[in-house]
């Protein structure tokens, strides 16, 4: 009877993710996903046959309250460190799910010979070190992202060292099988978890995110396998398999290598920070581009971070609803890696009632740059810089941009100066055709709205 | 040092590999792999909200340490976990649903 729930509460799962394939199914994959865990739930209550709920449903209560408080308050703006946070939740509950089982593996039935079999432990102990890592890696990842944190240098060999240690350690575990063994494992994994996010800059954190998100679905398996559970085991490969796939997509809208940035390699900036500051620029005011962009005939707007931390998206669509009054034809172009995490920008523009068919990816819209009368670029630098495409030199080479130069005219909406996160001038400020607006993002767009 | 390392030498040979859990895992991966790629750029943000949240399906490891473990020590260890994971299935999927809401067409 459980087992075919646990079925049933696995295709479920699998539906929710195809829903995700289209806008349209998404909601009903959404409630999918809810009766599949609902299912999950009742079916391990069967199961276990015990009545003493009152507690169990208590937790749960307690747990659903805090939980739809969080996601009811949180702003689109810091959902990269809500998820993170999320992340560090599975991270712990696998230690702490692990722990259970280890301290009672005769009433989980995973025990041949009065004993956990070696490769109950091996299956255990990796299950504990990836949800550990996972624990920390997303807490100070959420620091990182609420700026609560800053960072520090630690370097590549430290790291790898004390890998090595965890590695030992798992090692240790699975000869020793003590419960000391166990909290070792865990405090160190823990720690490396820490000491391996530490180190890794901003604009790394979408890759850093969707690779924490893997590693709590790997953790999820781990745990699976110790309890011979299907279950959890299809859904920890499905949400390792998506983790995955997002950093893959992150690494390659970056031109990095997922080594580089788990290692944290950094750009190598710093270099070319200071060759070109004294080129001239075109500051221009509110009203110049409200002129520019009334007399265009196509407009394509490119959002970055600096999008975000303004909260300039409502300024935006009011900008948009403007243009589009006056016959322009608005588009917004998303890049894999503007914002802090897969998607970002998206969810930003849908929060301020931006039609989603307007939003275009990098490989529908990068051809259009080339008809279009001006490009809009707030809060984005290194996804637009051309030295990305010309300048081998360049620490960005490689990576995939938007080719806004490519516009008739290129307004950049910037705090400051200043470079972009990879430290690379942007020569495109220095181009006849771009026009700077500095200050912050939200106020100079609702400025060009009140010009229009 | 010897004995440790002949301990773990007869340890690891007597390794069974689980056939059925490792067939079930790589057949997960590969249907992951398929769908995932199918999932559309914009909602990538939903995606990690969503598989947080099923990823969250460990608590029927916890529940099932909660009603059934004989230590009291499992028992309190499983109960903090199904408060944790609650937190994220509930959060999980309210954000989720939150942000599915917003993406409307014209």
């Known amino acids: 009877m459980t087992n075919v729930m646990y079925l049933i509460s696995a295709l479920c799962f699998i539906g929710a993710l195809r829903g995700l394939a289209s806008a349209q199914t998404s909601r009903l994959g959404n409630w999918i996903a809810i009766f599949g865990m609902l299912i999950a739930i009742v079916g391990v209550c069967i199961k276990a046959g015990r009545n003493d709920f009152a507690l169990l449903f208590g937790t749960i209560g307690a747990g659903a309250a805090i939980g739809n408080i969080i996601a009811l308050r949180v702003s689109m703006v810091s959902l990269p460190q809500m998820v993170a946070g999320f992340h560090s939740l599975v991270g712990l509950s696998a230690v702490l799910v692990a722990c259970a089982v280890f301290c009672s593996p005769h009433s989980f039935g995973i025990l041949e010979n009065g004993n956990i079999c070696i490769s109950g432990l091996v299956e255990m102990g990796l299950g504990v070190a990836i949800g550990a890592i996972t624990f920390t890696g997303s807490l100070i990842a959420f620091l990182k992202l609420q700026g609560l944190y800053k960072g520090h240098n630690i370097s590549r060999a430290f790291n790898f060292a004390f890998g090595s240690g965890v590695i030992c350690l798992l090692i240790y575990f699975i000869y020793a099988k003590s419960l000391i063994a166990f909290v070792l494992l865990a405090c160190a994994s823990m720690v490396l978890g820490a000491t391996l996010v530490i180190p890794i800059g901003g604009a790394d954190m979408p890759v850093v995110v969707s690779l924490l998100n893997s590693y709590s679905g790997w953790a999820a398996s781990g745990i699976g396998f110790t309890l011979h559970n299907d279950l959890l085991i299809i859904t920890g490969a499905l949400v390792g398999a998506s983790g995955a796939i997002l950093s893959y997509i992150?690494?390659?809208?970056?031109n990095r290598s997922l080594l580089d940035v788990i290692f944290s390699t950094s750009f190598g900036g710093g270099a070319t920070k200071s060759q070109n500051v004294v080129s001239n620029f075109h500051q221009g005011m509110p009203e110049d581009i409200a002129c520019m962009l009334a007399s265009a005939q196509s407009v394509i707007i490119v959002p970055g971070y600096g999008m975000a931390t303004s909260k300039a998206q409502h300024a935006l669509k009011e900008l948009g609803d403007t243009l589009k009054k006056r016959g322009v034809s608005v588009r917004y172009a998303i890049h894999p890696v503007a914002g802090r995490m897969p998607g970002h920008m998206n969810v930003l523009l849908a929060e301020a009632d931006v039609p989603y068919d307007e939003v275009f990816e990098l490989d529908e819209i990068n051809g259009e740059f080339s008809s279009c009368d001006v490009a809009y670029v707030i809060g984005a630098n290194d996804i637009t810089n051309p030295a990305a495409k010309t300048d081998?030199?360049?620490?960005?080479?490689?990576?995939?941009?938007?080719?806004?130069?490519?516009?008739?005219?290129?307004?950049f909406l910037k705090r400051s100066m200043g470079v972009g996160y990879a430290g690379v001038d942007n020569s495109l400020f220095y181009a006849e055709n771009t026009i700077m607006l500095l200050g912050d993002a939200k106020k100079n767009t609702e400025e060009v709205v009140r010009a229009l | 040092m010897l004995q440790f390392c002949h301990g773990l030498l007869s340890d690891l040979l007597s390794i069974n590999v689980d056939t059925h859990a490792?067939?079930?895992?790589?057949?997960?991966?590969?249907?992951?792999?398929?769908?995932?790629?199918?999932?559309?750029?914009a909602l990538h943000a939903p995606l990690m909200a969503v598989t947080n949240a099923i990823s969250s399906v460990i608590i029927i490891g916890a529940i099932f340490g909660f009603l059934r473990a004989e230590s009291d020590v499992a028992k309190c260890v499983a109960l903090i976990a199904v408060l944790l994971l609650s937190v994220n299935i509930f959060g999980g999927f309210m954000l989720t649903r939150r942000m599915l809401s917003m993406f409307r067409k014209r």
């Open chain 1, 250 to 254: 992150m690494c390659k809208g970056m």
């Open chain 1, 392 to 411: 081998p030199g360049s620490p960005i080479y490689g990576m995939p941009i938007l080719e806004v130069s490519r516009a008739k005219a290129v307004v």
């Open chain 2, 22 to 41: 490792t067939t079930v895992f790589l057949l997960a991966c590969c249907v992951g792999y398929y769908v995932v790629w199918k999932v559309t750029p």
